[in-house]
């Protein structure tokens, strides 16, 4: 086991160096093909050249490997490595605020957003996976298959527009009408955006839309690994033990069937840590995803970087972690 | 998960008090069983019959389809079902028939008075728990055993078992044990809870020739010691010989010869079980051409009327071919062939 995590951490950082190297491949050459990104902050007026030259020296722009097409700047991406050690993601190209401190205020938002959303998926998902999956061909089974088509069949912008209108606004404002009825629920749970009135129960709604999609997936993971499961050679061994029908179901081959939705789960954790453009830009919620979409319509180059940068380690880690958990679920991976 | 009392609840007790100890541990009496396909309805045992007497091994020959697992988990109660269907017939454990049993009675048969020994241990033993967890779940669950109590059991039972090193290999899992070793683990997981009856589906079909003399060798060793009857379910004539007292040949998922292991190498009553023995390959031969069996064995869904072997048969005449099936003729005291021309077989 300790072999295994060592020998996964070690695959973990040229994964990491990888993934940053081709993220800082993509921006110089972007900057190389399209001229220096300073020229967009003026917009119609015509910046002085002692304007431009000192703004990209403050934004670390003026490097010459800039200007040659196709020159990876080995030399920019060791400083950007540093940087990014020592938490320094540069500043904003126009709020010249640090990215550090915009992501840091984004990211409270969008990780109470994925963790509903994350809760709501593991656990209804592996419910309806498991129930659909002890009785295949049944009409739970099929009441879970096809509600989980519609769910990814129907683009999460539809699904969150339909809800918030629907379940938010309309419904949400007759029992906002009604002065009798508790507030957290009515402006709470139901609201239609963000209210920093109700820092949790208002990111409910937008976390279960968050989680919609990634139910079904696990639902119908869950199923198909049941439905294999109840008829392995070892359920039959553990019938023939004798043993009760609940702690065959419940031990043996529930243990067996949550390895592959474990490790989905994680991936989808990594997932929905990175922020979410669309829904959180639906419901108005403040966090990294929105952050992302409104820099990169206003061509802040580095807030995008550093929040991509960030949302990629997020992602690695969580993978890293998966592949630990799923050698302690499966000890024929821990033993290789 | 609810612990199972040590005490015997009331319907075990009423259960234990049913049994009679002088009739045979086991006896079989025309079971039948379907299975729902889309293609119809398989006829997968058709009129099985057989009594196990105490103490005895059985060896329930036949080939792929002929019925002898679907005989074994019938007995068992583990068929899946749906599709598997018991449409008929009576399975007498002391007496008792276990088909008109409760589930929870029935429940408690399994492993306590019955245990089974599947065929390729590997996918039979639950790969992510250690075998130390997989045979103290038996003490947990069947005796309340406390977890430290059934561990050492574990020990014990891997150690009759002759598994090397039983105190740090309880630990392990399954497959880290070699072939040989994960089948002695199924043995021991069999014998746990010191059951009157063995049931072993093809227990050496998936080990090495050298590895299987040893695991038939332990297993009849242990029957031994426990005054267990045995079922040994298995298409290994060599097998067969060496430990079985007796034989059911099933064909189409009937018994069509059953007799003394000794008489029906020395003169088989059946033209099936002439033609199986005729196709062992045999030294003295060699260079020849090996004997083999003409056409295939019956779609289950379509058994052929009359005698289901006729199309095979070379001694087939034109009543064969015809409904009824043959009954069972008396070849000996203790010898029946389901075949009208089972005197011409046994002399020629």
């Given at each position: 086991m300790g072999r295994y995590v060592i020998r996964r951490v070690l695959q973990f950082i040229p994964t990491v160096l990888g993934t940053m190297f081709l993220l800082h491949y993509l921006t110089s050459l972007g900057i190389q093909l399209t001229g220096n990104p300073v020229r967009a902050l003026f917009g119609d007026r015509t910046p002085t050249p002692a304007m431009m030259a000192a703004l990209s020296e403050r934004l670390n722009l003026n490097d010459p490997c800039l200007t040659q097409t196709g020159n990876p700047c080995i030399g920019l991406f060791g400083e950007r490595l540093v940087n990014i050690a020592q938490w320094d993601f540069g500043i904003s190209l126009t709020g010249q605020r640090e990215v550090t401190d915009i992501i840091g205020a984004a990211l409270p938002y969008t990780i109470r957003i994925a963790l509903i959303g994350f809760v709501f998926e593991a656990f209804v998902g592996i419910l309806a996976g498991v129930l659909a999956g002890l009785r295949s061909g049944g009409f739970l089974d099929y009441f879970v298959k096809i509600s989980t088509t519609l769910i990814i069949a129907v683009p999460i912008f539809v699904l969150g527009i339909v809800i918030r209108e629907f379940v938010a606004v309309k419904f949400g404002n007759q029992l906002r009408a009604d002065p009798n009825f508790p507030e957290i629920i009515s402006r709470g749970f139901l609201a239609a955006g963000y209210k920093p009135d109700y820092p949790w129960a208002s990111l409910f709604i937008p976390g279960l839309v968050l989680g919609a999609t990634s139910l079904a997936v696990t639902a119908r993971l869950t199923r198909t690994s049941m439905v294999e499961n109840v008829r392995a050679d070892y359920v039959r061994t553990a019938r023939a033990k004798g043993l009760m029908p609940r702690r065959i179901t419940g031990v043996h081959t529930l243990r067996n069937s949550l390895i592959p939705v474990v490790t989905s789960l994680g991936v989808d954790l990594g997932v929905l840590m990175g922020g979410a453009v669309v829904t959180e830009t639906i419901f108005n919620v403040p966090g990294i995803g929105r952050v992302a979409a409104q820099s990169a319509r206003t061509g802040d180059a580095s807030v995008v970087i550093g929040i991509v940068t960030l949302a990629a380690l997020i992602f690695l880690v969580a993978n890293l972690l998966v592949d630990i958990l799923y050698a302690v679920l499966d000890p024929r991976i821990r033993y290789e | 998960m609810t612990t199972e009392a040590p005490v015997k609840s009331p319907s075990t007790a009423r259960f234990l008090s049913q049994l009679d100890m002088t009739a045979p541990p086991l006896e079989v009496r025309n079971l039948h069983v379907e299975f729902h396909t889309t293609s119809g309805e398989a006829h997968a045992v058709n009129g099985m019959n057989f009594v196990l007497s105490q103490g005895e091994t059985r060896a329930i020959l036949g080939e792929s389809g002929s019925g002898k697992s679907v005989t074994a988990q019938a007995i068992m109660g583990i068929l899946d079902s749906p599709p598997a269907k018991i449409t008929h017939g009576e399975i007498l454990y002391r007496g008792v028939d276990l088909l008109k049993l409760s589930d929870e009675d029935r429940r408690r048969v399994r492993a306590n008075h019955i245990a089974m020994i599947f065929q390729d241990a590997l996918s039979a033993l639950n790969p992510v728990f250690t075998v130390g967890f997989q045979l103290g779940e038996l003490f947990r669950k069947h005796?309340?055993?406390?977890r430290q109590a059934s561990k050492a059991k574990a020990i014990e039972l891997l150690d009759m078992v002759k598994i090397p090193a039983a105190k740090q290999r309880v630990n392990d899992f399954p497959h880290q044990f070699s072939g040989g070793m994960r089948q002695r683990v199924m043995i021991a997981m069999a014998l746990a809870l010191e059951p009157e009856i063995l049931i072993a589906d093809e227990p050496t079909t998936a080990l090495d020739v050298t590895v299987q003399a040893q695991v038939m060798g332990l297993l009849s060793e242990l029957q031994r010691e426990h005054n267990m009857s045995l079922i040994l379910i298995t298409h290994d004539m060599g097998v067969v010989a060496d430990v079985a007292d007796s034989i059911s040949v099933m064909y189409a998922g009937r018994v069509v010869e059953d007799a003394p292991v000794a008489d029906i190498y020395a003169r088989p009553a059946h033209p099936y079980t002439k033609a199986l023995l005729e196709s062992i390959p045999r030294v003295d031969l060699k260079g020849q051409e090996l004997a083999v069996i003409k056409g295939l064995p019956p779609v289950l869904t379509n058994i052929p009327p009359g005698c289901a072997f006729h199309p095979r048969c070379?001694?087939?005449?034109?009543?064969?071919?015809?409904?009824p099936e043959p009954p069972h003729y008396d070849v000996d005291v203790n010898r029946v062939a389901a075949c009208h021309y089972w005197r011409e077989v046994i002399e020629s």
């Open positions: - | 005796r309340g055993m406390s070379r001694y087939a005449k034109d009543n064969c071919k015809v409904p």
